[in-house]
């Protein structure tokens, strides 16, 4: 066990490129997985799914499952189908959000169901979720397939949740943390735990790359719902106030409405229930954001839930594999800066 302490904050400018080199090689099997898997004899599907897929995503996901399995010392090639099975469930949700939330930017790029209408996005995201699931029968382990179909359902409980707290202002961070748990944190958590799965590691190494993945990923949309509030859409990727128009309650808002005065309640009130949308007004909820100390205070949660992920590798052995994923936990919080 490394004698080193790893605290957020300590390395300048952390990024995901130690990640990327260490899984470079993995990653290029995981890829051609996907384009060969994405596949159709009706050429809309590989041209939907290829707009999203190929559009400049991190890959953040499959990367922790195969940096996850470099951690313990994995050589086999199991990894690299489950990875791919990993991208596929978080592709076909992302194109399910944009119909829900009626996006419009994606990566910075027009939104598929923008491009090709709604009902041909849901029906590619459920050729992709299907994809997944034969990847993983394909690998033939029942607790394999029992975790990620268990984070597939999650997935969806949470956008579920979400949908039903949209415009309500009685959400309480309690409940925005279960969202959040379920929408993003369970497939990182999955991600990362299957690795020790295909590995053959102990139950409390399966728990603690759970921990990993799944603090790793609260802090990361954490830190995505305070860049709606601090960012601009060229370096979101997505419009601006595009969750301040929908009416989404993230921690931001549920903070500077628990904290305003009387006025600024009524502001929320009017802009949630979806009354004062326009430029003017989302400008003003950036500054009573700002006065309320709100964005602060979720960046400063985003540092405890990264600050726990770093501690669940506390019990691997130092590395290089060790080195990146600490650093991409800095990095997914240091995004805000």
Same mark, same amino acid.
């Given at each position: 066990?490394?004698?080193?302490?790893?605290?957020?904050?300590?390395?300048?400018?952390?990024?995901?490129?130690?990640?990327?080199?260490?899984?470079?090689?993995?990653?290029?099997?995981?890829?051609?997985?996907?384009?060969?898997?994405?596949?159709?004899?009706?050429?809309?599907?590989?041209?939907?799914?290829?707009?999203?897929?190929?559009?400049?995503?991190?890959?953040?996901?499959?990367?922790?499952?195969?940096?996850?399995?470099?951690?313990?010392?994995?050589?086999?090639?199991?990894?690299?189908?489950?990875?791919?099975?990993?991208?596929?469930?978080?592709?076909?949700?992302?194109?399910?959000?944009?119909?829900?939330?009626?996006?419009?930017?994606?990566?910075?790029?027009?939104?598929?169901?923008?491009?090709?209408?709604?009902?041909?996005?849901?029906?590619?995201?459920?050729?992709?979720?299907?994809?997944?699931?034969?990847?993983?029968?394909?690998?033939?382990?029942?607790?394999?397939?029992?975790?990620?179909?268990?984070?597939?359902?999650?997935?969806?409980?949470?956008?579920?949740?979400?949908?039903?707290?949209?415009?309500?202002?009685?959400?309480?961070?309690?409940?925005?943390?279960?969202?959040?748990?379920?929408?993003?944190?369970?497939?990182? #958590?999955?991600?990362?735990?299957?690795? /020790?799965?295909? =590995?053959?590691?102990?139950? +409390?190494?399966? @728990? $603690?790359? &759970? *921990?990993?993945?799944?603090?790793?990923?609260?802090?990361?949309?954490?830190?995505?719902?305070?860049?709606?509030?601090?960012?601009?859409?060229?370096?979101?990727?997505?419009?601006?106030?595009?969750?301040?128009?929908?009416?989404?309650?993230?921690?931001?808002?549920?903070?500077?409405?628990?904290?305003?005065?009387?006025?600024?309640?009524?502001?929320?009130?009017?802009?949630?229930?979806?009354?004062?949308?326009?430029?003017?007004?989302?400008?003003?909820?950036?500054?009573?954001?700002?006065?309320?100390?709100?964005?602060?205070?979720?960046?400063?949660? #985003?540092?405890?839930?990264?600050?726990? /992920?770093?501690? =669940?590798?506390?019990?691997? +052995?130092?590395? @290089? $594999?060790? &080195? *990146?994923?600490?650093?991409?936990?800095?990095?997914?919080?240091?995004?805000?800066?």
């Amino acid at each position: 066990m490394s004698a080193t302490i790893h605290r957020l904050g300590s390395r300048p400018e952390p990024s995901l490129e130690p990640m990327l080199q260490l899984v470079a090689h993995d990653l290029n099997l995981v890829n051609a997985v996907i384009l060969e898997r994405m596949q159709s004899d009706i050429p809309l599907i590989p041209e939907l799914a290829g707009h999203l897929i190929a559009g400049g995503g991190k890959r953040m996901r499959p990367m922790l499952t195969l940096a996850s399995a470099r951690l313990l010392g994995y050589s086999g090639a199991r990894h690299h189908k489950l990875a791919a099975a990993v991208e596929f469930i978080h592709t076909a949700t992302l194109l399910h959000d944009d119909v829900v939330d009626s996006s419009d930017l994606r990566r910075g790029k027009r939104t598929a169901n923008i491009i090709w209408g709604n009902p041909a996005s849901v029906l590619v995201g459920d050729f992709l979720f299907s994809r997944s699931f034969e990847l993983m029968v394909e690998d033939g382990s029942l607790k394999v397939l029992k975790i990620l179909s268990n984070a597939s359902a999650v997935i969806a409980e949470g956008e579920v949740n979400q949908l039903t707290a949209v415009r309500r202002l009685d959400i309480s961070e309690e409940r925005y943390l279960d969202i959040i748990g379920a929408k993003t944190a369970a497939l990182f #958590a999955a991600a990362c735990r299957i690795a /020790a799965v295909v =590995a053959e590691r102990s139950e +409390a190494e399966e @728990a $603690a790359l &759970d *921990a990993y993945g799944r603090n790793l990923g609260i802090a990361f949309q954490l830190v995505d719902d305070a860049i709606d509030y601090v960012s601009d859409a060229s370096t979101m990727g997505k419009d601006a106030g595009d969750d301040f128009r929908e009416g989404k309650m993230t921690l931001p808002v549920i903070l500077a409405y628990a904290r305003g005065d009387d006025e600024a309640r009524a502001f929320w009130k009017e802009a949630i229930s979806g009354r004062r949308v326009a430029d003017s007004d989302f400008a003003e909820a950036i500054e009573r954001i700002r006065a309320s100390r709100a964005v602060d205070d979720t960046l400063a949660r #985003a540092r405890h839930y990264g600050q726990r /992920a770093i501690d =669940a590798l506390g019990g691997f +052995a130092p590395g @290089a $594999a060790k &080195d *990146a994923m600490v650093e991409a936990v800095e990095f997914a919080v240091a995004r805000a800066y």
